[in-house]
C-alpha cells in the first residue's frame, strides 16, 4: 500500500521509545511525508529491528539517530548510532541467519542472530536495499533504500 514513511516511523517511536525520544537518546530527522509502497507492519518490524540493536550498543549518553530522506536514489531510512561499529570483515556477515558479531562482550547480550536477517529479508521484499556503513567517529549506519518506482505510461 502507499505508505507515508515519516508518519509510519513518528508513531512508532513515539509509542515504542518515548522515553528515549525524550531524554534524548534517540532523534529522529525528517524533512515531509515521504511515501513508499510498502507493508506497514514490515516497516515496522525492519526499524524497531535496527532502533533496538542500536540501543543495545550504545553508551548511555549516545544517541541512536533516525533520517528519512529522499534523494536521486530514492527513499531513504537511516539508522545510525555511536557505538563500537562493525568490523569490514563482519560487515557480509551481520545479515546471516543466526550470525552475532563482536567480541564476548557484545556477544554476551541478548539476542539469537536472527534480527538482521529479518530485517534484511523484509527489506528485500520491498525491492529495497540495505548497506551497513561506518558512522564517524564510531559506530554504525544502516540505510535502507526504496527506489523510486518510474511513473507508468498510461494504457
Do not use: C, W
Amino acid at each position: 500500500e502507499s505508505l507515508d514513511l515519516t508518519k509510519v516511523i513518528d508513531t512508532l517511536v513515539q509509542a515504542r521509545y518515548s522515553k528515549e525520544l525524550r531524554t534524548g537518546k534517540i532523534t529522529i530527522d525528517t524533512s515531509g511525508n515521504m511515501v513508499v509502497m510498502a507493508d506497514e507492519q514490515a516497516i515496522r518490524s525492519i526499524v524497531s529491528n535496527l532502533i533496538d540493536n542500536a540501543l543495545k550498543y550504545t553508551e548511555h549518553d549516545d544517541t541512536v539517530h533516525i533520517s528519512i530522506i529522499r534523494n536521486q536514489a530514492g527513499t531513504i531510512i537511516e539508522v545510525a548510532d555511536n557505538g563500537p561499529g562493525i568490523s569490514s570483515s563482519e560487515k557480509n556477515k551481520v545479515f546471516n541467519r543466526f550470525y552475532r558479531s563482536g567480541n564476548e562482550h557484545t556477544r554476551n547480550s541478548k539476542g539469537t542472530g536472527l534480527g538482521l536477517y529479518i530485517v534484511n529479508r523484509l527489506v528485500q521484499a520491498h525491492g529495497a536495499t540495505i548497506v551497513l556503513k561506518d558512522n564517524q567517529p564510531t559506530g554504525s549506519i544502516f540505510q535502507i533504500t526504496f527506489s523510486e518506482i518510474p511513473e507508468q505510461a498510461p494504457s
